[in-house]
């Protein structure tokens, strides 16, 4: 999904909520838990999915499994996750399906992550984690139309632990190569904060894994544009919406990338707070809900009372929307 469907899907749906499925068997009704015990046919975590989807979809544009939940079921859970994937692919083509891993390893692994979301489960995009660099990241680049989700200012607790750390600039000079026709050397050499160093570094990495295809790659070149090397449609970056007004100053290093947001709704981040300081033209967010929405009941109506929560959230986005003049 390219950019611009995005930006469309949010303007048709008047919504950018995703709603995240993070299924924990511990927290679902339990009447599902103890059909599943008793029919070793049913799956209770797809089976909730199938209800939540079904009663949210039309008021969301995208999904966000979180794999820790699915992972700690070993094969069932995987397995679950790939029959929630493929439901959605199915019956909701038009819903954005995030896969929320946080890979990152060294290139070859990384690879091996990608091939895993991208190919096998046909995911749009998953989330990275950058720590390990350059060659940890670029490797879920080269797949058109898909899109990775880099952390860069999440809404845990212990987050100021290290991006909020001032980074030096001595040991992270770009290569000469570099120099000139760009802003990111400059910007670069200054002393920032690590998420911001982030952002501008990973701006970088798809810059230079572009350049560097050949030019008879068709696959490479026909990806999405890459919006003046910026690669605006092929990264997002993680900011939780607790961050606040630190959004105006990832909105500064990128202005016109989506970001993925979460925190809304459990963990008491603020909806309108998060687009005074992170809207742009194209809208750029992709607010997360999980708790709030697929947990708000534990009854037999949990579908159902999660889809008007999740209706709650569309028209507090459509109002939104409205008021930026992006109907």
Same mark, same amino acid.
């Given at each position: 999904?390219?950019?611009?469907?995005?930006?469309?899907?949010?303007?048709?749906?008047?919504?950018?909520?995703?709603?995240?499925?993070?299924?924990?068997?511990?927290?679902?009704?339990?009447?599902?838990?103890?059909?599943?015990?008793?029919?070793?046919?049913?799956?209770?975590?797809?089976?909730?999915?199938?209800?939540?989807?079904?009663?949210?979809?039309?008021?969301?544009?995208?999904?966000?499994?979180?794999?820790?939940?699915?992972?700690?079921?070993?094969?069932?859970? %995987?397995?679950?996750?790939?029959?929630?994937?493929? @439901?959605?692919?199915?019956? @909701?083509?038009?819903?954005?399906?995030?896969?929320?891993?946080?890979?990152?390893?060294?290139?070859?692994?990384?690879?091996?992550?990608?091939?895993?979301?991208?190919?096998?489960?046909?995911?749009?995009?998953?989330?990275?984690?950058?720590?390990?660099?350059?060659?940890?990241?670029?490797?879920?680049?080269?797949?058109?139309?898909? %899109?990775?989700?880099?952390?860069?200012?999440?809404?845990?607790?212990?987050?100021?632990?290290?991006?909020?750390?001032?980074?030096?600039?001595?040991?992270?000079?770009?290569?000469?190569?570099?120099?000139?026709?760009?802003?990111?050397?400059?910007?670069?050499?200054?002393?920032?904060?690590?998420?911001?160093?982030?952002?501008?570094?990973?701006?970088?990495?798809?810059?230079?894994?572009?350049?560097?295809?050949?030019?008879?790659?068709?696959?490479?070149?026909?990806?999405?544009?890459?919006?003046?090397?910026?690669?605006?449609?092929?990264?997002? @970056?993680?900011?939780?919406?607790?961050?606040?007004?630190?959004?105006?100053?990832?909105?500064?290093?990128?202005?016109?990338?989506?970001?993925?947001?979460?925190?809304?709704?459990?963990?008491?981040?603020?909806?309108?707070?998060?687009?005074? @300081?992170? %809207?742009?033209?194209?809208?750029?967010?992709?607010?997360?809900?999980?708790?709030?929405?697929?947990?708000?009941?534990?009854?037999?109506?949990?579908?159902?009372?999660?889809?008007?929560?999740?209706?709650?959230?569309?028209?507090?986005?459509?109002?939104?929307?409205?008021?930026?003049?992006?109907?």
């Amino acid at each position: 999904m390219t950019r611009e469907q995005l930006f469309e899907n949010i303007k048709r749906k008047q919504s950018f909520l995703c709603v995240g499925l993070d299924t924990d068997l511990k927290k679902v009704p339990q009447f599902l838990v103890e059909r599943a015990e008793k029919e070793e046919d049913f799956d209770a975590i797809f089976e909730f999915n199938k209800a939540i989807i079904d009663a949210t979809a039309p008021y969301c544009i995208a999904y966000k499994p979180n794999l820790a939940f699915y992972e700690a079921h070993g094969v069932k859970g %995987w397995i679950a996750f790939e029959k929630t994937v493929r @439901y959605i692919r199915e019956q @909701y083509p038009d819903q954005f399906i995030i896969a929320d891993a946080k890979r990152g390893d060294i290139g070859n692994t990384s690879a091996l992550y990608a091939r895993t979301f991208f190919e096998e489960m046909d995911v749009d995009a998953v989330t990275v984690a950058p720590y390990m660099g350059e060659d940890s990241v670029t490797p879920f680049l080269g797949y058109p139309g898909k %899109w990775v989700i880099l952390l860069a200012l999440t809404s845990n607790k212990g987050s100021g632990d290290f991006q909020r750390t001032q980074t030096l600039s001595s040991q992270t000079l770009p290569p000469p190569s570099l120099k000139g026709g760009s802003d990111y050397p400059s910007e670069l050499e200054k002393p920032m904060m690590l998420f911001e160093r982030v952002i501008l570094r990973s701006q970088q990495w798809a810059k230079n894994y572009f350049a560097s295809k050949d030019s008879s790659t068709p696959q490479i070149h026909t990806a999405p544009s890459l919006e003046g090397g910026r690669g605006e449609s092929l990264l997002m @970056y993680v900011v939780g919406a607790t961050q606040g007004s630190a959004f105006a100053d990832i909105r500064r290093l990128a202005p016109n990338h989506f970001l993925l947001v979460p925190g809304i709704g459990a963990q008491g981040g603020s909806l309108e707070e998060v687009c005074e @300081y992170g %809207w742009n033209d194209h809208c750029g967010l992709i607010v997360n809900s999980s708790r709030a929405i697929i947990y708000a009941d534990t009854t037999k109506d949990f579908a159902k009372v999660a889809g008007q929560k999740a209706h709650e959230v569309q028209q507090q986005m459509a109002s939104i929307l409205h008021d930026k003049g992006a109907c």
